[in-house]
T-cell receptor
Framework: DSGVTQTPKHLITATGQRVTLRCSPR?????VYWYQQSLDQGLQFLIQ???????AKGNILERFSAQQFPDLHSELNLSSLELGDSALYFC?????????FGPGTRLTVL | QKEVEQDPGPLSVPEGAIVSLNCTYS??????FMWYRQYSRKGPELLMY????GNKEDGRFTAQVDKSSKYISLFIRDSQPSDSATYLC????????????????FGQGTILTVHP
């Protein structure tokens, strides 16, 4: 158990819908990262927050957004969902040089 | 061309074999190198973390980094069926500490099966 928690574990929704994925980092970790894992693209970095501030952006679509709250938990919002958004979404947290991953949320868009 | 290349396998070995997993990369700015293990439908689990060129050993695992060749390896000695998983190499330009920009770039992952 990495200490990073993610909810929900599974999410099934329809195209055009909006969903919110939640992540609680390890106690004391200030950085939260979001990654998307798909069969064709592998694990891809989406966005990083540090202590509530956006720190870096990767290959994140404009339909996706995220935020980190004062208690350091983070949410990833996915809107206008398409079939191609079906993937595993992981968050990771870090305090020093290494990132610890949560168990992921499996999103299925029908 | 991808920044990090990793042979997806699959790789199948008998129990007790020495396993060698490799990644090559093109971005010479990468300074931090990691190996993660991912079991089916689980999150990646950090196995090894190295900063500089050379070897680092932890139990049955040895990580090697050759920055001059842009090549990293993970060796697993006395492999066990419980080592069956996908192994992902990952790299970053800077560490994740403090306010650093710690984005990880991953290889595609190598699927390993160790059969009894």
């Amino acid at each position: 158990d990495s200490g990073v928690t993610q909810t929900p574990k599974h999410l099934i929704t329809a195209t055009g819908q909006r969903v919110t994925l939640r992540c609680s980092p390890r106690s004391g970790d200030l950085s939260v990262y979001w990654y998307q894992q798909s069969l064709d693209q592998g694990l891809q970095f989406l966005i990083q927050y540090y202590n509530g501030e956006e720190r870096a952006k990767g290959n994140i679509l404009e339909r996706f957004s995220a935020q980190q709250f004062p208690d350091l938990h983070s949410e990833l919002n996915l809107s206008s969902l398409e079939l191609g958004d079906s993937a595993l979404y992981f968050c990771a947290s870090s305090l020093e040089d290494t990132q610890y991953f949560g168990p992921g949320t499996r999103l299925t868009v029908l | 061309q991808k920044e990090v290349e990793q042979d997806p396998g699959p790789l199948s070995v008998p129990e007790g074999a020495i396993v060698s997993l490799n990644c090559t990369y093109s971005n010479s700015a990468f300074q931090y190198f990691m190996w993660y293990r991912q079991y089916s439908r689980k999150g990646p689990e950090l196995l090894m973390y190295t900063y500089s060129s050379g070897n680092k050993e932890d139990g049955r695992f040895t990580a090697q980094v050759d920055k001059s060749s842009k090549y990293i390896s993970l060796f697993i000695r006395d492999s066990q069926p419980s080592d069956s998983a996908t192994y992902l190499c990952a790299m970053s330009v800077s560490g994740a500490g403090g306010t650093s920009y710690g984005k990880l770039t991953f290889g595609q992952g190598t699927i390993l099966t160790v059969h009894p």
